[in-house]
């Protein structure tokens, strides 16, 4: 069975016009931009319908490098699940399907204004979490603050649930039975 053809990460536009959009600039100092877009245009080479509106999340190049591969690991994972061909993050413009959308944008909320240091115990948690679960939150927080500069409410708490709330590996282990009768 050949694998279903999809642009960037799973996006595929004959199913819904629905979908996130990442620039990634050439240039080391400008940020990343994430879109969320409801079209478009198969006859354009790059999408030229991007405005201010529906930008999610800016994020700089060092936090975006700390998060890219587990992202773009997370992300094929899933796309092989679903037999879809993976995608790569590169310089340019790479469309997202919509539930990774949410995905990665709730991930880049929480960092977007934290420590870098923290980005590891942010990661960890993200991933900690089920699709489903991060799915609930990008809605909850994009209905009151999803825009890019509003930061405040539902966007600091992500941060903080993320990056401030470090799973304790130790306490969080599950229970092995046979351990109890050593």
């Known amino acids: 069975m050949s694998k279903i053809q999809a642009l960037g990460?799973?996006?595929?536009?004959?199913?819904?016009?629905?979908?996130?959009?990442?620039?990634?600039?050439?240039?080391?100092?400008?940020?990343?931009?994430?879109?969320?877009?409801?079209?478009?245009d198969d006859s354009e080479v790059q999408?030229?319908?991007?405005?201010?509106?529906?930008?999610?999340?800016?994020?700089?190049?060092?936090?975006?490098?700390?998060?890219?591969?587990?992202?773009?690991?997370?992300?094929?994972?899933?796309?092989?699940?679903?037999?879809?061909?993976?995608?790569r993050f590169k310089i340019g413009e790479i469309p997202v399907d919509r539930l990774l959308g949410k995905e990665m944008v709730l991930l880049l909320?929480?960092?977007e204004d934290s420590?870098?240091?923290?980005?590891?115990?942010?990661?960890?948690?993200?991933?900690?979490?089920?699709r489903e679960e991060r799915w609930w939150l990008f809605t909850m927080t994009n209905a009151v603050t999803g825009q890019a500069d509003d930061k405040r409410g539902w966007r600091k708490a992500i941060r903080y649930a993320l990056t401030e709330n470090p799973i304790d590996d130790e306490k969080h282990k599950q229970l092995n039975i046979f351990d109890l009768f050593k």
């Open 109 to 111: 909320w929480a960092i």
């Open 115 to 130: 420590d870098p240091k923290l980005i590891p115990v942010a990661l960890k948690n993200w991933l900690g979490l089920s």
């Open 47 to 87: 999408q030229s319908d991007i405005d201010y509106k529906s930008l999610k999340v800016r994020i700089d190049k060092h936090k975006w490098d700390l998060v890219k591969d587990p992202l773009q690991q997370e992300f094929n994972n899933t796309l092989r699940e679903n037999n879809i061909l993976v995608g």
């Open 9 to 40: 990460f799973g996006y595929i536009p004959e199913e819904t016009k629905h979908h996130f959009f990442v620039v990634i600039p050439r240039s080391q100092n400008q940020k990343i931009a994430v879109y969320e877009r409801f079209d478009w």
